[in-house]
Every structure is written in structure tokens, then in C-alpha cells.
């Protein structure tokens, strides 16, 4: 079935270090979603990308499509200890639900 | 508090049980989501509920059985539990579309011993 992939598994940087995760897919995604789930959490909705080489800012998080709707990522510039957590994208590939990706955990060393 | 209200946040039940978790939509939001998460899956889609009717299916088990009422709000019924059942259950609902993400509850953990 339509998997979403996402890596890296588990990145831990230095606090003030640059972030990155990717995700990609196989089949072409009418949009893609990024959550957020702190340790402990549940996700929270941050953003939704729809057109092709599409890219949203959000302060420090900057968000992209590709060209050909079949990848993204999420860069976090300047990481603090306030983003430390699970960042899941999320793609609805069949009907109405969302597949998400495995999630990337990241760890922040202050 | 994101509007979408799961009861209980804690549930430690016995194998072999049944136990039923419990979800309100964000006002407003007709469709319910059921997403089961454990420490090596991920968030694994179970089964969505569009304004009362059944849209889609995911991973769900046979054990397992989900409704939506007329006032929206969502059961999932789980039964004749395993110790591999032990996960947290999300809830999550959206307008409808997908033009907009999904608000997600605060999620039941389920202990099975």
C-alpha cells in the first residue's frame, strides 16, 4: 500500500544547530501535512503545502514541496529546546485519510 | 485544549477484555479519525466516520469496532484484548476535507496486563 517515508529516524543536535527532515512518497500527493507531537503530546497540526515547489515560512521552520508533489521537508534553523519532539508529515494519498510517515525525533543539547 | 475531547486519558485493563474509548470532535468538525499509536508503529490509521457514516478503514482489527452518533461524537470498542493492544489511541477530527489539517484529542492510553 501507499507508504510515506520519512528520515532521518532520530536526529540529536546541538542546541543553535540547523534541522532537517525529509519525507518522501511514491505516488504524486494532492498535499502534505506537517505535525508536531511533543514528548508526551499529540500531534499538532503545523502547516499544509499544496501547490508544486511550494514554500511556507513559519519563524525559524521553513516548509517545501517538490516540484513533482512526491517530497518534502521541514528545515528548523537555529534549533531551541522548545523544539524538541516528533515531526510527523502527512500525506493523503487515497480518499480522504492521512497516511502519516514514521516521524522524525529530534533532540536538542543545550 | 484543542476541542477534541477523549475519554479516559488512562485505561489498565486485563487480556481478554473489552473496554470502549471515547471521542467528542472539535464543534463544527464531521469527520472522526482513529489513529492507534505504539513505540515501533508510528500513528496507524484505524478507521475515519463522516457525519455518522463509515468512509474508510484502515489497519483495524475484527476485535476492534468503531461508531459514530448522531451528535457526532465517536466509540471505539475494543475487545478480547492482547498485550500487543497496549498503545496510545488517538482522536482526531477535521471539517471534512483535507483542506485543512486534523486536530488531534489528547489520546486514551490503554495498559493491557
Known amino acids: 500500500g501507499q507508504q510515506v517515508m520519512q528520515i532521518p529516524q532520530y536526529q540529536h543536535v546541538q542546541e543553535g544547530e540547523d534541522f532537517t527532515t525529509y519525507c518522501n512518497s511514491s505516488?504524486?500527493?494532492?498535499?502534505i501535512q506537517w505535525y508536531k507531537q511533543r514528548p508526551g503530546g499529540h500531534p499538532v497540526f503545523l502547516i499544509q503545502?499544496?501547490?508544486?515547489?511550494e514554500v511556507k515560512k513559519q519563524k525559524r521552520l521553513t516548509f517545501q514541496f517538490g516540484e513533482a508533489k512526491k517530497n518534502s521537508s521541514l528545515h528548523i534553523t537555529a534549533t531551541q529546546t522548545t523544539d524538541v519532539g516528533t515531526y510527523f508529515c502527512?500525506?493523503?494519498?487515497?480518499?480522504?485519510?492521512?497516511?502519516f510517515g514514521a516521524g522524525t525525533i529530534l533532540r536538542v543539547k543545550s | 485544549d484543542s476541542g477534541v475531547t477523549q475519554t479516559p486519558k488512562h485505561l489498565i485493563t486485563a487480556t481478554g477484555q473489552r473496554v470502549t474509548l471515547r471521542c467528542s470532535p472539535r464543534?463544527?468538525?464531521?469527520?472522526v479519525y482513529w489513529y492507534q499509536q505504539s513505540l515501533d508503529q508510528g500513528l496507524q490509521f484505524l478507521i475515519q466516520?463522516?457525519?455518522?457514516?463509515?468512509?474508510a478503514k484502515g489497519n483495524i482489527l475484527e476485535r476492534f469496532s468503531a461508531q459514530q452518533f448522531p451528535d457526532l461524537h465517536s466509540e471505539l470498542n475494543l475487545s478480547s484484548l492482547e498485550l500487543g493492544d497496549s498503545a496510545l489511541y488517538f482522536c482526531?477530527?477535521?471539517?471534512?476535507?483535507?483542506?485543512?489539517?486534523?486536530?488531534f484529542g489528547s489520546g486514551t492510553r490503554l495498559t493491557v496486563v
Open positions: 482526531a477530527s477535521s471539517e471534512g476535507s483535507l483542506n485543512y489539517g486534523y486536530t
Open positions: 505516488t504524486t500527493l494532492s498535499n
Open positions: 503545502l499544496v501547490k508544486s515547489g
Open positions: 502527512a500525506g493523503p494519498p487515497y480518499g480522504n485519510k492521512l497516511v
Open positions: 464543534s463544527g468538525d464531521l469527520s
Open positions: 466516520y463522516y457525519n455518522g457514516e463509515e468512509r
